[in-house]
């Protein structure tokens, strides 16, 4: 049995999963345009941040996973960085119940009884180029 040594046991000030949370977060600010999902698999593609060539596949639906080395081999507590940003990038947006695909909240509408579409229920989250193609 191997001794712990001393500075591991003591409190660490700065939790690290706040540290990749902000990472996460400004990685998402950076590149947004790429970090999308699929909409059958509901599976995240994440950029790296370090290396532009490489994307990772993030799912947060359900049990957390992030293909990267730092979530293999560190599990860090709340996640890596990509699954911040795939959070952060799930949580400006929503789905469109027509394509199904994820569009931000902007790009959505809800639809009103005075819209007047008939293909749609009241209350329903449709992504605007969905709503022009069914407009007469
Ligand atoms: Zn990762
Ligand atoms: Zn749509």
């Not at 639906?61 to 952060?88: N, Q, V």
């Not at 199904?100 to 902007?106: H, Q």
Request: charged share 25%; glycine share 6%; aromatic share 8%.
């Amino acid at each position: 049995m191997t001794e712990i040594p001393t500075e591991l046991r003591i409190p660490q000030p700065e939790p690290v999963a706040n540290q990749r949370k902000s990472r996460g977060e400004e990685l998402w600010a950076a590149r947004k345009a790429e970090i999308v999902s699929d909409p059958k698999s509901r599976m995240w593609t994440v950029p790296s941040a370090s290396d532009s060539r490489v994307s990772y596949q993030v799912r947060i639906t359900g049990l957390d996973l992030c293909e990267c080395a730092d979530f293999s081999y560190r599990r860090p507590m709340g996640g890596c960085i990509h699954i911040w940003a795939a959070r952060k990038a799930k949580e400006v947006s929503t789905y469109c119940e027509c394509c199904g695909n994820r569009v931000p909240w902007c790009k959505v509408s809800e639809v009103m009884e005075e819209d007047g579409l008939l293909s749609w229920f009241v209350g329903q989250r449709i992504c605007y180029s969905c709503v022009e193609q069914t407009s007469p």
